[in-house]
């Protein structure tokens, strides 16, 4: 079902470009637009005042190249980060002949790249004043127009507060830990003995942990069954928007959003009708919002469902990429897993109870986890990168963005940056988080696997104590494992393991 989903990614992808091709042929031949008039290149039919103002634009323009008429440098860039082997490639060859900021032409839109870290911050910093967020119109069809995605301004400011505000609430920290313990223990226990394909088990643990605070919903059938509709959500908004065809991944994935939608708005119905029952999660707390919280509109039902549906899915494919990355890596450095390992047999040894549950000291203890947790993030790279629009002419190092083209801040330079991370950036190497302090790890350009500004990941905190919680239960059952096929990490259009990762375990 995963690999079938991750095929018709890639299929997708492919067909994406195609699409473009025609739409973009459509409305040029509309709007009688040409390529070198519409981005400021020099253009002998047009008459001189026209040539005048393109090539001031252009001067002003970052080096690089447009690439193929309509399709652009798309191919090149999807080509790149779908290879295991040398998935910045594109980056690299730009780099060299471009310097950091260059243009190119992505996914139907002129667009600036930026693989400057300080550029990069300064763009995610300046969300709805110099940019704003930017999405494919598949995410706004299957997530909906009330995410968290789609909301701008004051709306996002208070569906953002309600997720932060209940993430860090004493209730959420008091049970959360016990939560993810149950979970981490579910899946563990049936690892033993078997083949595992990692990334789907890690894909079942962080969906239920998600569901359990989000919705309060049980562990059973009902619950894989929509971990499986999930998934169809997922690969559709990441593949190309062909409607007319049933079987393609974006139709699959619109008909499980329907049935998803169904789902959601019985649960949601129901719960407000019992609202005084006391829930611990993030329901209850959009519905005290909306009671308390003196908003002049309230969420309807569809606004929740829309809003819920995005968390659920932000906040299990990702944490399951690192879990499957980490443990890849872990494989080819035994040194480090020894460590891990010796971090939490140390914790375990400090219970008197061996039963007795994690306490949130322990969690706050797990310093050398944090590096590897940091070193998987810095790697694997959850996102590529942000795309965003400028909303006016942008002066960034001497050049301009020019309204309405996007950028894309592209987090994956800075991660592997050798003036940064040293001579072998793509080297695993935990201990390199040894010497940085806190700031290193929040907010500093060179290190932003969660994004940065307002725009910044919601679920951060609840995703590193989830993999914390889930590595202690992992390294102190299990003393090894070992692949049985090959397998690779491709990283376009999220970070997937081609055969999910199958291991057999060694127990401790
Ligand atoms: C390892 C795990 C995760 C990584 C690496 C990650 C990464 C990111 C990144 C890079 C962004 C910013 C995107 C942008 O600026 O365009 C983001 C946004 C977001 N993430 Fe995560 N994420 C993770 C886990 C989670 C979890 C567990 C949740 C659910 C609770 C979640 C919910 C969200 C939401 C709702 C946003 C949008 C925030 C907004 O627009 O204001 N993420 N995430």
């Excluded at 208070?158 to 209730?171: G, L």
């Excluded at 329901?283 to 308390?292: I, K, M, S, T």
């Amino acid at each position: 079902m995963v690999m079938e989903w991750r095929v018709g990614v890639v299929m997708g992808s492919l067909g994406l470009l195609l699409w473009f091709v025609v739409i973009l042929r459509k409305r040029s031949w509309r709007a009688g637009w040409s390529w070198s008039s519409r981005y400021g290149v020099n253009n002998s039919k047009k008459n001189n005042n026209n040539k005048a103002a393109a090539a001031a634009v252009a001067n002003l323009l970052p080096p690089g190249s447009l690439g193929w008429p309509l399709l652009g440098e798309s191919l090149q860039f999807v080509a790149s980060l779908s290879s295991a082997l040398s998935p910045d490639s594109f980056a690299q060859q730009h780099l060299a002949k471009y310097g950091d900021v260059f243009k190119t032409h992505l996914f139907g839109h002129p667009t600036v790249v930026s693989l400057d870290p300080e550029v990069n911050k300064f763009v995610m910093n300046n969300e709805g004043r110099l940019f704003v967020a930017s999405h494919p119109e598949s995410f706004e069809e299957l997530f909906g127009k009330y995410t968290i995605l789609a909301a701008r301004g004051d709306v996002h400011k208070r569906k953002r507060a309600v997720v932060v505000n209940f993430i860090n609430s004493e209730k959420f920290r008091e049970s959360i830990i016990p939560c993810v313990e149950t979970f981490a223990l579910l899946t563990l226990n049936n690892w033993k003995d078997r083949v595992v394909y990692v990334e789907r088990e890690a894909q079942k643990f962080a969906f239920r942990v998600i569901m359990k605070k989000l919705l309060s919903l049980p562990v059973g059938p009902d619950l894989e069954d929509m971990l499986k509709e999930f998934s169809m959500v997922v690969a559709g908004s990441l593949s190309v928007r062909l409607k007319m065809i049933p079987w393609s991944n974006y139709s699959k994935g619109l008909k499980a959003r329907d049935r998803i939608i169904k789902k959601l708005t019985g649960i949601i119905e129901g719960r407000r009708k019992d609202f005084d029952n006391d829930y611990n999660d993030l329901l209850q707390a959009v519905f005290r919002e909306d009671r308390h919280g003196g908003a002049t509109t309230s969420f309807s039902t569809e606004d929740i469902v829309d809003q819920i549906l995005f968390l659920l899915a932000a906040g299990y494919d990702t944490v399951a990429a690192i879990i499957t990355s980490t443990m890849f890596f872990l494989r080819r450095a035994p040194e480090a897993l020894q460590t891990l390992r010796e971090e939490h047999e140390a914790i375990k040894k400090g219970k008197i109870n061996p039963a007795e549950n994690l306490t949130w000291a322990d969690y706050k203890s797990m310093t050398f986890t944090q590096h590897v947790i940091n070193e998987s993030l810095r790697i694997t790279n959850v996102g590529f990168g942000a795309f965003r629009t400028a909303l006016e002419d942008v002066k960034i190092k001497g050049y301009t963005i020019p309204k309405h083209w996007k950028v894309l801040a592209y987090l994956r330079s800075a991660h592997f940056n050798p003036s940064i991370y040293g001579p072998d950036p793509y080297a695993f190497d935990p201990w390199r988080w040894q010497d940085q302090s806190e700031n290193m790890i929040n907010g500093e350009a060179s290190f932003m696997p969660f994004g940065e500004g307002k725009r910044r990941c919601v679920g951060s905190d609840l995703a590193r104590l989830e993999l914390s919680i889930f590595f202690h239960h992992l390294v102190t059952r299990f003393r090894n494992w070992e692949l049985i096929e090959e397998d690779r990490l491709t990283y376009f259009p999220t970070p997937h393991f081609m055969k999910s990762l199958p291991v057999v375990l060694e127990a401790s």
